[in-house]
C-alpha cells in the first residue's frame, strides 16, 4: 500500500509541473507581436486627422476633414475609419484605402447633436456619446454597421448618473463603458457601465478626479486617464479588473516631472503597449503593456508626432491602406511631367509641391489636379517653376470625384 500511495504523489507531481509548463508555453503565446506593416496610427488633434507609420513613427499624411473639430476615431468591420466631428454634430467616414471621407455624414449620424466618443461593438454596431458640456444629460446613440439609427443606448436619458460622458469603449463582451467627466459639479466621475436598466458606476472608479480616455488592454483590464489640466491635477493612467471593476493602481504617473504630462486619450497597440495622447507637447507617448516586461515603463515619444498633434484627443490603429505612387520626368528647365500610378478610378487628386522638406505639409502649394478615367494612370505637367524651384518636391491626396 505504501510504494501505491508513493507511486501516485510521484504521478501528482508530475501533472502538476506538466500543467505548470504548459500554462507557461500558453502564456508566452499570449506575449503580443511587433507592429504590423500595413498599419497606421490615425490621431484626432487640431481640426484633422493625422496619420504615422505604425512601426517607425514617420509622419505620413494629414486629412482635413471639414473646418470643425473631430475628436474620437474608431475602426468599422469594413476596415474603414469612423471620426466623430463634434461641431459638424455628425460622424464622418474615412477610406484608408483612398484616403478620402464620405461625403456627408455616416448612415444616420446626422441626428446626433453634439458626438464625442466612439466605440465600436464587436457585431459593428456604433456607440457614439453626445457631450453637450452641461446643456443637457448626455445621451448614447446606437447604430447598427451600416449607420442606421437603432435606439438611445441604454433606453434611460433620464438617468442622472449620465451628465458630462466622454470617452466610450467596449470589451468583447460588446458590453458598453463611458467616462464620465467632472464638467457640471454635480456629477459623479468616474466609469460608468450600461446596463438593462441605466448607468452604474463600474467597480472602484468613483475614485477618479476627472476621467478622459478609456480602453480594455490585452489583458482585459481597463485603463483609464485620470487628469484635471483645469485645477493641475494630473494624475495618470489607472488600471482596473475588467470584470469587477477593482483597482490595481495606478499603471502610468502623470505629472511635470514624469513621462507623461497631460494625457487625453489611450490605445493599446497591436504590439500590447499603451499609446497616450499628451496635450501638453501634441505628442503620443508610448510605454511598456501589461504583458510586456516591465509593465508600465515609459519608451519614448512615439516617433514624429511631437509637436504635430495640437490638442489631441482619439487615436486608434487601423489599416494602412493604398498610397498613390508619383514619377516625376524633367521635360525641359521649366516643365515637370508628374504621373500618378495605383490611383481610383473617377476620382479627382490635387497635386501639391513644396521646394523644400522642411515646410509643413499643409503649407505645399497645389500645383495641378489629376482625374483618372478609365485607367489607373494620370498625367500632370507643371509648367509654372521657375529653374530655380527646379527641385520641387511632390505629393498627391485624394480630393473628390468629378
Not at 463634434?86 to 464622418?92: P, T
Not at 464625442?116 to 456604433?126: F, T
Not at 457631450?131 to 454597421?145: I, K, N, Q, R, Y
Not at 503649407?363 to 489607373?376: F, K, M, N, R, V
Amino acid at each position: 500500500m505504501g510504494e501505491i500511495m508513493r507511486l501516485t504523489g510521484i504521478l501528482f507531481v508530475c501533472l502538476l509541473v506538466g500543467l505548470f509548463a504548459l500554462s507557461e508555453t500558453n502564456a508566452a503565446a499570449d506575449v503580443p507581436r511587433t507592429l504590423q506593416d500595413n498599419l497606421a496610427l490615425y490621431v484626432c488633434a487640431g481640426g484633422k486627422l493625422v496619420k504615422f507609420d505604425a512601426a517607425t513613427g514617420a509622419k505620413l499624411d494629414v486629412f482635413f476633414p471639414g473646418p470643425e473639430l473631430p475628436a474620437d476615431v474608431d475602426v468599422a468591420q469594413d476596415g474603414a475609419l469612423l471620426i466623430s466631428e463634434e461641431e459638424d454634430r455628425l460622424v464622418l467616414r474615412f477610406d484608408p484605402a483612398t484616403g478620402q471621407f464620405d461625403e456627408g455624414p455616416f448612415g444616420e449620424t446626422d441626428r446626433l447633436g453634439a458626438p464625442r466618443g466612439i466605440a465600436v461593438k464587436p457585431n459593428g454596431h456604433l456607440f457614439v456619446a453626445e457631450l453637450f458640456l452641461c446643456a443637457a444629460p448626455s445621451e448614447v446613440l446606437e447604430f447598427d454597421e451600416n449607420g442606421v439609427y437603432v435606439q438611445h443606448h441604454p433606453d434611460d436619458d433620464q438617468n442622472p448618473l449620465a451628465i458630462t460622458l466622454e470617452d466610450l469603449a467596449c470589451n468583447d463582451s460588446g458590453d458598453l463603458f463611458a467616462t464620465q467627466a467632472f464638467l457640471c459639479l454635480d456629477e459623479t466621475p468616474g466609469v460608468l457601465r450600461s446596463t438593462a436598466t441605466g448607468w452604474e458606476l463600474f467597480g472602484d472608479t468613483g475614485d477618479l478626479v476627472t476621467p478622459w480616455g478609456l480602453a480594455f488592454g490585452p489583458d482585459g483590464d481597463l485603463y483609464v486617464v485620470d487628469d484635471d489640466s483645469e485645477y493641475f491635477v494630473h494624475v495618470g493612467v489607472f488600471r482596473y479588473d475588467g470584470t469587477t471593476g477593482a483597482e490595481k493602481g495606478l499603471f502610468v504617473e502623470a505629472g511635470p516631472d514624469t513621462d507623461l504630462i497631460e494625457p487625453r486619450y489611450l490605445t493599446f497597440g497591436p504590439d500590447g503597449n499603451l499609446y497616450v495622447t499628451d496635450a501638453q507637447d501634441g505628442s503620443v507617448r508610448v510605454f511598456n503593456g501589461p504583458l510586456t516586461p516591465n509593465p508600465g515603463a515609459f519608451q519614448g515619444v512615439f516617433g514624429e508626432t511631437a509637436g504635430e498633434v495640437e490638442g489631441p484627443l482619439g487615436l486608434v490603429f487601423g489599416p494602412a491602406g493604398s498610397v498613390p505612387e508619383l514619377s516625376i520626368e524633367k521635360v525641359d528647365e521649366t516643365v515637370f511631367r508628374v504621373t500618378l500610378e495605383k490611383g481610383v478610378d473617377g476620382k479627382t487628386y490635387e497635386v501639391r509641391c513644396s521646394p523644400t522638406l522642411t515646410e509643413p505639409f499643409e503649407s505645399w502649394a497645389i500645383c495641378g489636379t489629376i482625374t483618372l478615367e478609365g485607367s489607373t494612370t494620370g498625367t500632370f505637367e507643371d509648367n509654372t517653376v521657375s529653374p530655380e524651384d527646379s527641385q520641387k518636391f511632390y505629393t498627391v491626396t485624394e480630393q473628390s470625384a468629378p
